[in-house]
């Protein structure tokens, strides 16, 4: 069965900061690979999603994410935070080329911006 | 519509009663998910819709749990006799096809059930 392991539940940077969010992911071949963010009260927003490729993917709001098989991550990184980025963070995986069983999702990094 | 829709927002219910979670998706996309979010299991995949079939319901968490999509548009989830663990939040998504993940997520409504 697919999982994906989001190691850290809350996460703390000072605005201006980089930011380097966690996920480690199992299953049995190359998923599909997302991030999601939540701002309170919301649903989810799509960041960025890795299928094939080039395994450094760009995505909105200035976030990237680099897939590295050889460590089963999908690890996420932003240069410079903004206090708006403050939110929570799903990482998640999907079967290749169909969503019937829909995704499966990390439990979520909690982002906490210092001024 | 621009989005996806769900209603209510925010539902109290008493233990026992049914509820019906409404979702109107993006006009014109066959595919629709359901997903539960809730606090220590976070989000759970209950149910997938491709137009009005959905080709497993195993996701579902109990058989008080039902779902259905009329027209390939509104989709209606209920639960019958609600238990205080049924409380979360149900987020609903659609997409233009299954094949892509092209999810939009509705804001969600959040169930309490005491």
């Known amino acids: 069965a697919q999982s994906v392991t989001q190691p850290d539940i809350h996460i703390t940077v000072s605005e201006g900061a980089s930011l380097e969010l966690r996920c480690n992911y199992s299953y049995g071949a190359t998923p599909y690979l997302f991030w999601y963010v939540q701002s309170p009260g919301q649903g989810l927003q799509l960041l960025l999603k890795y299928f094939s490729g080039d395994t450094l993917v760009q995505g909105i709001k200035g976030f990237e994410a680099e897939f590295k098989r050889s460590q089963s991550s999908f690890n996420l990184r932003k240069p410079s935070v903004h206090w708006s980025d403050a939110a929570e963070y799903f990482c998640a995986v999907g079967a290749p080329g169909g969503g019937a069983d829909g995704l499966t999702f990390g439990k979520g990094t909690h982002l906490i911006i210092q001024p | 519509g621009a989005g996806v829709s769900q209603s209510p927002s925010n539902k109290v219910t008493e233990k026992g009663k049914d509820v019906e979670l409404r979702c109107d998706p993006i006009?014109?996309?066959?595919?629709l998910y359901w997903y539960r979010q809730s606090l220590g299991q976070g989000l759970e995949f209950l149910i997938y819709f491709q137009g009005n079939s959905a080709p497993d319901k195993s996701g579902l968490p109990s058989d008080r749990f039902s779902a259905e999509r009329t027209g390939g548009s509104v989709s209606t989830l209920t639960i019958q006799r609600t238990q205080q663990e049924d409380s979360a939040v149900y987020l609903c998504a659609s997409s233009p096809s299954r094949d892509n993940y092209g999810y939009t997520f509705g804001s969600g409504t959040r169930l309490t059930v005491v």
């Open positions: 006009s014109g996309h066959t595919a």
